[in-house]
């Protein structure tokens, strides 16, 4: 027996030691201040938690006794009154102004854990922040036996850069279920994000429930399904089922709203108008300006924009409401009036992104309008629908809230730009005093493509881990006190399900939640991706999908002088080897390794590459026809 203690004892001096020779610590987004030190906390199998007993920290303990119990297996329990609690969770009330209402100061010793925080959101993300603390195996949904659940001894101070830290979900493209929202919202505040922008309507769909307006969700939010490339579909015969898509009603958005809010996040609600509203013109065609909108369709991914000359684009349906014809303005109303109560949160978000102008040219009640508005351009038709738009909001006590088109042809007087193409907009409006919230597609497009078009579901545009990482939500020369925050987009066009919308939110979103949380000079793309691998390991034991796009190599395909093809393979991350075939096999790790541009046999048909990490395959197996990079270098 005495020897099996001694054992036993050599063993645990063993984990010790194993246990201090972790690898750096792994928090994303990477915190304001961190002081490590030696030894380590270890989990014991009964947890007193010592929190104060506030509604609004029943999320907080809630992490606790739910994502730390289930894995640990651990007994969690509160008491105000235990000597030694465990973990301890104290309120400053507002005492600390270094960490202001988000912030934490978190300490690990080998005894116990503290969370100070000055309001419970800042307890909220030191929780957060303490899981990530915890071997990988605490995000398992399941119980895992046989783990010392340890914690490195460790000192935090942490507080966001930004108060505005988002992530869009477009829920009309493709309907997702409040289950799966909630989902959504799961994930995202385990990387501290506090907005839901949720885009309510477009082309595809109405799915927000507007008393007295039934027709918008009767109609309106619902299509027919189809798969392939979105925007090049047949479009639905009268024979085909429009059964596809859903809405939420007033309790589905209350439940939302509360779920949210639970989890300190705010929902934005986006009507997307005048624009991308053919899903409101079908159901209420006296909404357009054209004749014959009745016998317009919710769009099912049928082309209905020719961008063939740019933005704005030719419209071949017309899916915007009439700027010229006061039964919108009632409609809005009456939607802006609910929505207002409906969400709580300060903004309303109005779209007015890419509005054709192509059917209000030909359109006699839009001529009509600018004679006696003195209107000299489209734009300024669009400006004047938005400024009446502007006045409505504001009339619900909201804050008016744009894609940046809003600022061509004049900007509303109070309105805030939420900048897409490129942060150009956001210069402009800031530089006029306006607030703005930056989510460029160059670093913020979640939608775009990870990796090579060959293998990933195809979209407009490619956007690469790395690319992501380089967001800088205050361009230089702008005053940082109008840029709100930032955040990242997820269009649903090509995204037909929950395990899809994970797979192109993560990782792009833990280089975004570093961009809008992390102070600047902290960010280190080498050490992000360090911990973004150790964060694979999490998402895996949490069972959230994610893409591994980041190890796939580039391929760029140039001509030799000569006139032969020539292939260059890049790497996205260092320490990646890439192993290749021309002859379709399957290559691992014993065939040609890449080590500089390749000409490929005369008759090869294929080329297959894999990225390897040491002996284990990391990245996918992928399929370069010979025929598709010839094109590419055609193109060059
Ligand atoms: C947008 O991506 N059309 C705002």
Redesign the pocket.
Known sequence: MKKLLAFIGILSCLTVIAQTARPTLAIIPEPVAITTGSGTFLLPSNVVVNAPMHTAMKEVIGILQQRLARSTGSHISLSNTAANPTIRLVLNNNADKQIGDEGYKLSVTTKDITIRANQPAGLYYGVQTLMQLFPKEVESTTLVSNMQWTAPVVEITDYPRFGWRGLMFDVSRHFFTKQQVKQYIDDMVRYKYNLLHLHLTDDEGWRLEIKGLPRLTEVGAWNVKKVGYFGTFTPPTPDEPKDFGGFYTHDDIRELVQYAKERFVNILPEI?VPG?SLAAVVSYPELSCTPGADQYRVRSGEEIMDWSHGAPPIALVDNTLCPANEKVYDFLDKVMTQVAELFPFEYIHV?G??CPKNYWEKSDAIKALMQKEGLKSMEEVQSYFEKRLEKIVESKGKKFLG???ILEGGLAPSAAV?S??GVKGGIEAAKMKHEVVM?P?TYA?IDYMQADPIIEPRIYSSLRLNKSYEFEPVPDGVDPKYIKGGQA?L?TEQVYNMRHAEYMTWPRGLAIAESVWSPKAKKNWDHFFGKVESHFGRLDMAEIKYARAVYDPIFTATKTADGQLQITLDKEVNGLDLYYSFDNSFPDNYYPKYTGPLVPPKDAVMLKVISYKGKQPVGRMIAMPIAELKTRAAKK
């Open positions: 997307d991308h779209g992104d890419e894609w940046d088109e939420m897409w193409r989510s597609t497009y987009n269009w």
